[in-house]
């Protein structure tokens, strides 16, 4: 506030600033990502041996499908002003309940898995929208109980042979992969609810300002729980389908720190932390940008140490310059 | 002034409000007390003086971390950090032990309390979220373990006859050393706390940081250091554990944070920030520690059932901390 207050004066003297409009740094924060994840490309194109192949290309997208689908949840919760951590637990217990109830029927399987992440998302809900406890909190237990339970269940790695699994994992619809064509309809889903419907408007108002949401007569409570509900199913479907990619379940190492990865990829796709906004297509270059980031380090050989110290300094500048829209506009 | 920063979040006054505020405090004592009990009932191997002991050198270990991540929670802020760091610490401690008990000490503490202090910096000066900052420092010190033991290593030995391993094996009036640096720490902790104008300015920052800005208190200090104590903290907990065990193990403190964060928020601490007490994040710790030891006792019971109840009981706790919050008109 006191920023505004210093600035008006300023403004009055000189109205027009044409030099600084030029390099505008709200347009760097919205497009960003695109801008960074192009460069890379073209840096993948010029210095890395076969990268322009169908093969690479197939493996990338393929690869990043389960950290898509999780931060297309995530994006949700955190324009909400919430967080999730416990999307990387439900991954785990989604995957060790597929080889549990595969014996009844690929679909049972796949529907039960599916629906724990439901009932988790549900328990977060509740938590954060009718308890409420912090959203940090609250799925941090979830997080914890969530990996002991996926252990329980799931015990040791569990191979999958299911023929229908298989083919999930690893089939294609006109030589798109089926994960990737999964992904793309979970994307092209989660925008028409965020900018097409009531609900995702009301999303955005709750975690935009949520007293005056509330105020306003918006059903609180119930969007939250649907919101962390849908993120809920989205991780369990993502644990789903790394399963039936890698044709076994392994609950101790299934979706670790994916959190953190699907977290930045929201970040980096230019949703603020501090809720009120969603940015789908923002959120895909967002988790493109990683997997790409991650690839070119391998593609390299530069070692796995080095790459997550490249990933730490990638999340501070990424909300760095989200912080300058906060400030921007209070 | 001080005193009254310290005491400004107390809430109203009414019976129902001084038990519930007391309830909120005491809560984890009173389930640790009756765990402790019925576990003394229930087996013959628990009430014994070596198994108690026991319980309290594997706790001092997550004690002295959960310490400096009191101070930080106090103070509204999160420091995601401190399982890497505590690896990194032990480690560094492993390999300084090659050259004198000396730099046993020092490495891992200057190391770490650096790692805390750019943290800090960056949270204080940048305006940063702490949530995503020490996400990356997280990621940080885990990189930067996996570069110094890219030789392949997963554990450094303390060479036998070293000084250093004195430090976690030895005790004094038959009890262990660490046991003792717990309770001073956490003596030196709480005096801080309460008697110091940096105790009362995190309380303070915690409360409500414009606030304590504008009342001229030293925010950027205050945050900074609290941020360097709680690395040089884990960083401690880690050398600790390394002369401990004898060695240092890059694989230790994955999902430590999580463990530490559930024990402050257990004792007590909220983490809003503002309110909270040091003692309270031992009992938090101590009933962790009483848990895991418990399901060891019971032995048929997987071993997974500690991450579900641990995760239960944190759900468990902030529930009635709200619902307490409520009561007390908070």
């Known amino acids: 506030m006191s920023e505004r ?100 029927g690929t679909g049972v399987a796949i529907a039960i898995a599916v629906l724990a992440g439901g009932v988790s998302g549900a328990l977060a809900g509740t938590l954060v929208a009718r308890i409420g406890v912090q ?53 092209a889903v989660t925008w028409f609810l965020v900018r097409r419907s009531n609900f995702g408007r009301q999303l955005v108002a709750i975690g935009g300002n949520k007293r005056a949401a509330e105020l306003g007569g918006l059903p609180v409570p119930r969007v939250l729980l649907t919101t962390y509900i849908l ?12 399963a039936a990619r890698s044709q076994a379940s392994d609950p101790t190492k299934v979706g670790l720190l994916v959190e953190l990865s699907a977290i930045t990829a929201v970040v980096l796709g230019g949703t603020p932390l501090s809720g009120g906004q969603v940015r789908i297509a923002g959120t895909i270059a967002g988790a493109l940008l990683m997997q790409l980031i991650t690839a070119t380090l391998i593609f390299h050989d530069i070692p796995d140490s080095t790459a997550q110290i490249a990933q730490a300094v990638i999340v501070v500048a990424a909300v760095y310059v989200q912080l300058g829209r906060r400030k921007a506009r209070p | 002034m001080t005193t009254t920063v310290a005491a400004a979040p107390a809430g109203s006054g009414g019976t129902r409000a001084r038990v519930a505020r007391v309830a909120q405090r005491q809560g984890a004592l009173v389930i640790l007390v009756a765990s402790v009990l019925a576990a003394t009932l229930a087996f013959d191997s628990f009430g014994t003086a070596g198994n108690l002991e026991n319980i309290a050198l594997q706790a001092s270990f997550l004690a002295v971390v959960a310490l400096g991540m009191t101070f930080v929670i106090m103070s509204g802020g999160i420091d995601l950090s401190v399982g890497s760091v505590f690896a990194l610490g032990g480690v560094l401690a492993a390999w300084g032990s090659r050259y004198g008990t000396l730099a046993a000490l020092l490495v891992p503490l200057v190391v770490c309390g650096a790692i805390g202090l750019v943290q800090g910096l960056v949270i204080a000066r940048g305006g940063l ?64 706390l309460r008697r110091s104008s940096y105790g009362s300015t995190v309380l303070a920052i915690g409360g409500q940081e414009d606030a304590a800005d504008l009342m001229g208190l030293p925010v950027l200090r205050t ?55 040091v003692l309270g994040s031992l009992v938090g710790v101590l009933l962790l520690q009483v848990i895991r030891n418990v399901i060891n006792q019971v032995g048929s019971l997987n071993s997974n059932w500690q991450a579900v109840i641990s995760g239960t009981i944190l759900l468990v706790v902030v529930t009635a901390q709200r619902w307490l919050a409520k009561v007390e008109g908070r």
């Open chain 1, 135 to 187: 959203p940090i909190i609250a799925t941090l237990g979830i997080m914890v109980a969530g990996r002991g339970v996926a252990n329980l269940f799931g015990g040791e790695i569990k191979s999958i042979r299911d023929p229908g699994m298989v083919a999930l994992g690893s089939g294609s619809l006109l030589g798109v992969p089926y994960v990737v064509v999964i992904a793309a309809v979970v994307a």
């Open chain 1, 5 to 104: 207050l210093a600035s008006k004066p300023r403004s009055r003297e000189k109205p027009e600033r044409p030099r600084r409009r030029r390099i505008d740094p709200d347009w760097i924060r919205r497009n960003g990502v695109y801008v960074a994840l192009v460069l890379l490309l073209a840096i993948n194109v010029a210095i890395t041996d076969n990268f322009v192949s169908d093969a690479t290309l197939r493996l990338q997208l393929i690869q990043v499908t389960p950290v898509l689908i999780v931060a297309l949840g995530m994006a949700l919760v955190i324009g909400t002003q919430g967080i999730d951590l416990s999307v990387g637990a439900v991954m785990a217990l989604a995957a060790a309940l597929i080889p549990l109830y595969i014996g009844y």
């Open chain 2, 223 to 277: 945050k900074v250091i609290a941020y360097t104590t709680c690395g040089v903290l884990a960083g401690f907990g880690g050398l600790l554990m390394a002369s401990y065990t004898s060695s240092g193990v890059t694989v230790l403190g994955v999902g430590m944070e999580l463990e530490v964060i559930s024990a402050v928020v257990l004792g007590g601490t909220l983490l809003t920030g503002g309110a909270g007490t």
């Open chain 2, 129 to 192: 979220p702490p949530f995503i900052v020490t996400l990356a420092g997280l990621l940080f010190a885990r990189g930067l373990l996996l570069l110094i033991s890219d030789e392949g290593a997963t554990t450094y030995k303390v060479p036998p006859g070293s000084a250093f391993r004195e430090l976690a094996q030895g005790g004094l009036l038959g009890i262990g050393y660490p046991i003792w640096i717990v309770l001073v720490a956490f003596g030196i902790g709480g005096l801080l």
């Open chain 1, 231 to 242: 993120c809920g199913l989205l991780a369990a479907l993502a644990g789903v389908l790394l």
